[in-house]
């Protein structure tokens, strides 16, 4: 990564230590060793599968059980949007504090990545080192790639920039909360990322400008919104 850092683990204890989504290890060598998979995986289609597929039918199937129905009756749709959020959150949140605690960023692609795939978006995950350059810079290389992967579930971009924008707040806010003395900086970073798709209520939350879709998982699409979602009441005072 570069002479800052030049003791990886103590990098990934400090990210650690901002909560789990800010958990992160460093891979020097081009490729990682098992249990690590390669993330490049989940924006292709290699040797004839989908990772990506296999992922969405599996929150498909997740989020029917936990109401009670069968896997189709919930929209392939819906399961990718949360498959996309959770992925999107993921990455973007160690990289986040990356950029504002050690100042280093960069174009991180989804070949820079390995992760030990779990169902749940708490995955452990690393970066190859050399990925990640000098200087405050939030890249969406790899949230463009993800994006683009999941457009053909028929997730349009308009959820899609709401899904990467909510993350970006929520990590925001956690990141503001362990380091109120960057609270300022953190802002400044991801503002330009959440032109049009959200934006910080004056003495309230973050309020998305579209919805995740989760709510239509439930029976009768009757399920609980997300706080941030445009479809949810009013905030009420919450600070960020």
Known sequence: MSDDVAAPAA????????????????????????????????????????????????????????????????????????????????????????AVVRRRGGCVRAADLWWQPTLSSMFPLSVRTTAVGSGSVLSDCVIAEISAAITPFGVNDHILRGNVASALAAAARTLAIARPDLRDDVHTLIGPHLAGAGHFEPDAGFRRRSCCLIYRAAPDRKGALCGDCVLAPPHGPMGT
């Open 11 to 98: 990098v990934s204890e400090e990210l650690a230590a901002l909560g789990s989504f800010f958990a992160l290890e460093f891979h020097a060598a081009a490729v990682a060793a098992p249990p690590w998979q390669p993330m490049v995986e989940v924006v292709e289609v290699v040797d004839g599968s989908s990772v990506l597929a296999e992922r969405v039918e599996a929150v498909r199937a997740f989020l029917a059980a936990g109401t009670g129905q069968e896997a189709s009756a919930v929209e392939l749709r819906v399961a990718a949007s949360v498959v996309h959020l959770g992925l999107v959150a993921r990455v973007l949140s160690p990289l986040l504090a990356l």
